[in-house]
T-cell receptor, first 115, second 115 residues
Framework: AQSVTQLGSHVSVSEGALVLLRCNYS??????LFWYVQYPNQGLQLLLK??????LVKGINGFEAEFKKSETSFHLTKPSAHMSDAAEYFC?????????????FGTGTQLKVEL | DAGVIQSPRHEVTEMGQEVTLRCKPI?????LFWYRQTMMRGLELLIY????????DSGMPEDRFSAKMPNASFSTLKIQPSEPRDSAVYFC?????????????FGPGTRLTVL
């Protein structure tokens, strides 16, 4: 079975500062990894995903994430935070090849961006 | 292209009443998922369908919950009778297929309040 751990349920950064949201996974097979964002009163929207190939994945809104197999991590970063980035972020995993796309989500990280 | 459509967006009902939530997936998508989101339990997968057939309903909390997908463009989630602890935001998501790489696209959700 696979699982996802997001360290820090709340993260606060200043506008213009680096954003780092942490995600570690556990999977018995090579996983596929996803980051979703949820703005208030909205559904989840895909930011980026890692399936195979290049381990540094670029997504929408200037976000990127790096798959590190040795660390079982898939941390999300953005060089410079903007007020509009305030939202909840979810890391998720599927089982990979042959495992279907049933997502297992982390508990989410609420990002606050301060002036 | 229209995204996943859910109705109603908000539902307020009294304990014991039947509640029906509706979802129209993205045209051409073959997989459909129902999730529930609460502060206490986060995002939970309730059930998912492939090609209109229920594949995994292990997340359905009780017999009071039922889901159907009579055709490729429509699904319902029914709660009968409803209870206050069913209050949550219910999301529907769809994906093109059920491969591990297939992105799930989420609807805006239905906020259910059971009094």
């Amino acid at each position: 079975a696979q699982s996802v751990t997001q360290l820090g349920s709340h993260v606060s950064v200043s506008e213009g500062a680096l954003v780092l949201l942490r995600c570690n996974y556990s999977s018995s097979v090579p996983p596929y990894l996803f980051w979703y964002v949820q703005y208030p009163n909205q559904g989840l929207q895909l930011l980026l995903k890692y399936t195979t190939g290049a381990t540094l994945v670029k997504g929408i809104n200037g976000f990127e994430a790096e798959f590190k197999k040795s660390e079982t991590s898939f941390h999300l970063t953005k060089p410079s935070a903007h007020m509009s980035d305030a939202a909840e972020y979810f890391c998720a995993v599927t089982l990979g090849t042959g495992g279907g796309n049933k997502l297992t989500f982390g508990t989410g990280t609420q990002l606050k961006v301060e002036l | 292209d229209a995204g996943v459509i859910q109705s109603p967006r908000h539902e307020v009902t009294e304990m014991g009443q039947e509640v029906t939530l509706r979802c129209k997936p993205i045209s051409g998508h073959n997989s459909l998922f129902w999730y529930r989101q609460t502060m206490m339990r986060g995002l939970e997968l309730l059930i998912y369908f492939n090609n209109n057939v229920p594949i995994d309903d292990s997340g359905m909390p009780e017999d009071r919950f039922s889901a159907k997908m009579p055709n490729a463009s429509f699904s319902t989630l029914k709660i009968q009778p409803s209870e206050p602890r069913d209050s949550a935001v219910y999301f529907c998501a769809s994906s093109l297929a059920s491969r591990g790489t297939d992105t799930q696209y989420f609807g805006p959700g239905t906020r259910l309040t059971v009094l």
